[in-house]
């Protein structure tokens, strides 16, 4: 029996693969066999299959924008509502002093700008994926928050692996220490 031991192993593992094949070979028909027979598919069953999914259809042609664009049409929108405001102020007020756009038109104008700073002394920045530590000094120098950038670029070069995407708030005049606290805190 051990002499034939090699053999009959080989007969059995080429009988066990003979019938995986077979069975493979037999689910394989019988798909196709079920889409042949399947009805063309028409403009209602994708439509409806689509919706089903929570999808829409659009017609190639159709009016689709951009990021860009929208941005564009939002920035112009946030304009011209400026502009009537202006517009609308009373006859009295026009021979007054030249009043100062209110932070709330200002920031809907630059939607686009990542440092912002609002009416209640907290001042935001938004730090990007690809930002890098001297992005993020430019941009607390322009919001105010630092006065040297090669002084905190010194200062925080340790802690540049650690910026962390999202929105660092700041309040009032913070230190270099509570600078680099805010921009490496986990926001999520």
Known sequence: MRKNRSLLVGLGIGLMLGAAMLQLMTAAQKQQDGLESRDPLSLET?????????YSLLKIGGDTY???QLDEAVKKAAEKAAAEAAAAKPAADAGAAKPEA????TS??????SPSKSESGITGLYIAYNDDLTRVASN???????????????KAKPYAKALQVGLSKFTGQPTFDDIIAEITRRKH
């Open 102 to 105: 209110s932070p709330s038109a």
């Open 66 to 68: 951009s990021q860009a």
């Open 140 to 154: 607390l120098a322009d919001l105010d928050l630092i006065d040297d950038k090669a002084a905190f670029l010194k």
């Open 46 to 54: 994708v439509k409806k299959d689509a919706e089903g999914l929570g």
């Open 108 to 113: 809907a104008a630059s939607p686009e700008s």
